[in-house]
């Protein structure tokens, strides 16, 4: 018993070095082509001289028993097989046998054959799987197969008979054992190896539509500031931070005549390509519909109605729309669902925005939508942004706020919407420190200068007051 336990534990560390030899190929670029299916010619010849080594190695680590040598040799050309096929495994089989044949004993001419059969047994299984690696199981049982069929050769070739069956009932379990184990770590590592590059594949895969829906969501914005330049009774800027998962933010702003200016900001539902897809189609029928002589209300009226239609995934906006008349500050606004922005007076302190109640568009169809009014006066700037802003949050999860929002604005009456939006970001930034950002930032901040600067400011009286300051 005592040598049976013996034999065991030197197959064992044998079966562990080459264990770990493998694992080191497997680590290896050429080992890439096997798993990608790219088996070529040199590929054939690289895995039948390095399995073919390892059979050497099996050999070499075995030690001599009763006359025999038992080892874990039929385990490298068996693997060769399994990932090269018949051609590879059987290729490493006869250098495993040649090596074999040249030590010697009774039972050479068994042990080489049996060693290229070991080859041939993965290489047909390798060919009945269609190239497909066979998994943990099957690769065990590949093993005790050919240690099995290695036995059967033993006693029908080897002789004395006697010697062979007393050979063969000492050798057969511990050698079964011994490479089966081996080729369960071995397989083992194969398995995690292909997990892993799958799950490599799906990531650069994910990052590639990440990187479209942004692509497609940025594209879709304008980053032009100031986009009116020609325009001073208004100060308007937008800034858009996609966050690593894209989600469906967008904002724009464009003339209905010559004196209404519409702007808006949207937020849509769910994340990626999806997300970015739904944007760029509610942008583009929020912008169709606007016009002459049409409320907000009913802007987002009849975009809902047509988001509604085929709407298989559900998806939904939430969206902030006003238009302002640039000749008295007045602006009509609507709200679907969306944040309340933020009023900034030029004298008093920031505060929210009074809405009412509305559903998010592409929920329902005929849902009904408020038109509100307020007017800006000189110096007055509206904020609007999405939920990015307020629900960022740090690595303790603590949400940045409407009440963080509003701190961050105070003392900022009447300054530029550009250094409101660097104030609001800078903020924001601070408070979620190294936290990942997980929802895209949109903010649009529109500031009315007043119609009688501009007046003042190109009339002849005005502008000969100037030159005279000059000179």
């Not at 025999?68 to 096929?85: E, H, I, M, Q, V």
């Not at 093993?143 to 004395?160: D, E």
């Not at 987002?300 to 302002?324: A, H, P, R």
Request: a negative charge; glycine letters at 10%.
């Amino acid at each position: 018993m005592k040598d049976i336990v013996d034999l065991v534990v030197k197959l064992i560390n044998s079966m562990a070095v080459m264990s770990v030899i493998a694992y080191v190929l497997s680590r290896s670029r050429f080992y890439d082509g096997y798993l990608q299916k790219q088996i070529t010619w040199k590929n054939q010849l690289l895995l039948i001289l390095v399995f073919g080594l390892l059979s050497i190695y099996g050999t070499v680590s075995g030690f001599k028993f009763m006359g025999a040598l038992a080892n874990t040799r039929d385990l490298g050309p068996a693997l060769a097989g399994l990932f090269g096929g018949p051609i590879a495994g059987v290729g490493a089989g006869i250098i495993g046998a040649i090596h074999r044949y040249s030590l010697g004993g009774f039972t050479c001419v068994s042990c080489s054959l049996a060693t290229i059969v070991s080859g041939l047994v993965g290489g047909l299984v390798f060919l009945w799987k269609r190239g497909e690696f066979v998994g943990v199981t099957g690769a065990v049982v590949v093993a005790a197969v050919n240690q099995v069929l290695h036995s059967g050769l033993t006693l029908l070739i080897a002789q004395p008979f006697e010697k062979s069956l007393e050979i063969v009932k000492m050798f057969t379990l511990p050698m079964i054992a011994a490479n089966a184990i081996g080729m369960a770590i071995y397989a083992s590592i194969v398995v995690n190896l292909v997990k892993q590059r799958s799950w490599e594949h799906e990531k650069h895969t994910i990052e590639g539509e990440l990187n479209a829906a942004r692509e497609i969501q940025m594209s879709m914005v304008p980053k032009m500031f100031p986009p009116f330049p020609g325009r001073p009774e208004f100060e308007l800027s937008a800034v858009l931070e996609p966050a690593k998962e894209v989600g469906g933010d967008f904002y724009d702003f464009f003339f209905v005549d010559d004196h209404h200016l519409a702007f808006l900001l949207g937020d849509v539902s769910g994340k990626g390509i999806p997300a970015s897809l739904f944007m760029a189609v509610t942008k583009t029928l929020l912008k169709s519909e606007a016009g002459e002589n049409i409320g907000v209300d009913q802007i987002l009226y009849k975009v809902n109605n047509e988001l509604c239609e085929g709407n298989d995934m559900s998806m939904f906006v939430t969206v902030f729309c006003g238009i302002i008349d640039t000749r008295t500050g007045r602006v009509e606004y609507s709200s679907a669902g969306h944040n309340p922005p933020v009023l900034l007076r030029r004298t008093d302190n920031p505060e929210f925005l009074a809405l009412n109640g509305s559903l998010p568009i592409g929920t329902f169809e005929d849902s009904e939508y408020t038109k509100e009014t307020l007017t800006l006066g000189k110096g007055d700037t509206l904020i609007v942004y999405s939920d990015g802003v307020t629900e960022a949050m740090n690595k303790d999860q603590a949400l940045f706020s409407e009440e963080r929002l509003l701190k961050s604005l105070q003392s900022s009456n009447g300054h530029h919407p550009d250094d409101l939006l660097k104030k609001i970001l800078a903020e924001v930034h601070h408070h979620a420190a190294d936290a990942p950002q997980s929802d895209d930032i949109t903010i649009l901040a529109i500031q009315y200068k007043g119609l009688q600067d501009v007046i003042e400011n190109s009339s002849p009286r005005k502008q000969e007051r100037q030159l005279l300051e000059v000179s």
